[in-house]
């Protein structure tokens, strides 16, 4: 196995701000350099727009444009790309495929986010790579360009966004991977899933930002997250607990707030004494005897050992209880040997 190449940390060998000053020195003009440096936030200025350096230098949002994009175009025609920095982030990206979020680049050649500035514009110089800017569906994103192009990571994107719809239910990165065409790294995937502001990831599960089950919001859908993970009906200081516990979750919240959602949210059904499960589990609202007259409606006449069986399946109770109502609700009439059916009403 080829030994991987260790690079020592850039800051002892190059410093970004002394590259970005070479860079900008290669260009004549002092509004060349001062255009860029305000655009890109570079040698101590904020990032500005396009109009506000219009306004400034008296010239129009147009004209500063074609000015960053010709000063761009000169820097990289006269620069040497053979740098340390570049051998870094060209190491990285073949180390996933060609495609890094900008983000974990930045975490793998240990710079800190007051860098950022500094190291997007080198990014930018070098024709080999492509810094694609953050947009509504994805956050900043780097390939090399002999391996994507701009278009292949929006497909690309499109393509993930459209697996997860279809399993319409947060799912295990590696079946998205599966379903992926073409020949793609599956780091390279990954990369782009997390520079995704459409799929978002909890405990390795994948789904869209709007899904509760991979990005709760709400103490309800917390809540909610907590049952469905549990697969079976918990006390509801048992759910406060998890819910505190929740990776999603990084406020403190009390038991009495997770109660109270509880009481309020249909989906949830309090099956027995403060034990709460999911309605979709097959549950029902409701007292024990509601309980027992919609088991005697869906089949009647039944057993009392049959009617408390099919009540244990949906309450939490005492068989005291559910015998107890049936002897005393007005609604539920014995026609033989411990064999109950409802009233006619």
């Keep these: 196995m080829a030994q991987k190449t260790a690079y020592p940390d850039l800051k002892t060998i190059e410093n970004l ?8 020195g290669l260009l004549k003009k002092e509004r060349d350099q001062l255009v860029l440096a305000k655009r890109h936030g570079i040698k101590d200025f904020d990032s500005h727009t396009l109009e506000q350096i219009g306004k400034e230098l008296g010239i129009t949002r147009e004209r500063v444009r074609q000015i960053e994009k010709a000063a761009l175009g000169k820097i990289r025609e006269q620069s040497e790309h053979d740098n340390e920095l570049s051998a870094q982030v060209k190491s990285n990206l073949e180390a996933i495929g060609g495609l890094i979020a900008f983000e974990n680049l930045l975490k793998n050649l240990n710079f800190t986010k007051d860098e950022i500035n500094n190291l997007s514009f080198l990014i930018k110089l070098d024709p080999r790579f492509l810094l694609l800017e953050k947009t509504d569906h994805y956050g900043g994103v780097v390939i090399d360009v002999d391996i994507y192009s701009d278009k292949d990571i929006e497909e690309l994107h499109d393509q993930l966004i459209t697996i997860v719809k279809t399993y319409g239910k947060p799912v295990k990165f590696e079946a998205i991977v599966k379903k992926i065409d073409g020949p793609h790294q599956s780091e390279a995937l990954f990369e782009l899933a997390k520079a995704s502001r459409v799929l978002t990831e ?15 919001k709400s103490i309800r859908d917390k809540i ?25 979750n990084p406020k403190k919240v009390t ?20 034990i709460y499960a999911l309605k979709e ?20 006449p039944l057993t009392k050992d049959e009617i408390v069986k099919r009540v244990l399946e949906k309450r939490k109770v005492k068989v005291t209880t559910i015998l107890l109502n049936l002897q005393e609700k007005s609604q539920f009439e014995k026609v033989g040997k411990a064999t109950y059916r409802l009233k006619d009403r």
């Design 281 to 300: 589990w097959g549950y029902e609202a409701g007292t024990v005897a509601d309980i027992i007259e919609l088991i005697l409606k869906e089949k009647s």
């Design 17 to 24: 701000q002394k590259l970005t000053e070479k860079a900008l």
């Design 202 to 216: 909890l405990d390795k599960n994948w789904g869209l930002t709007h899904w509760p089950e991979v990005n709760p």
């Design 224 to 248: 909610y997250l907590v049952l469905k993970k549990s697969s079976k009906p918990m006390h509801f200081t048992q759910i406060a607990k998890k819910v505190e516990q929740l990776k999603a």
């Design 255 to 274: 038991t009495q707030a997770v109660h109270n959602e509880l009481i309020k949210d249909p989906r949830f059904i309090l099956i027995g004494r403060g």
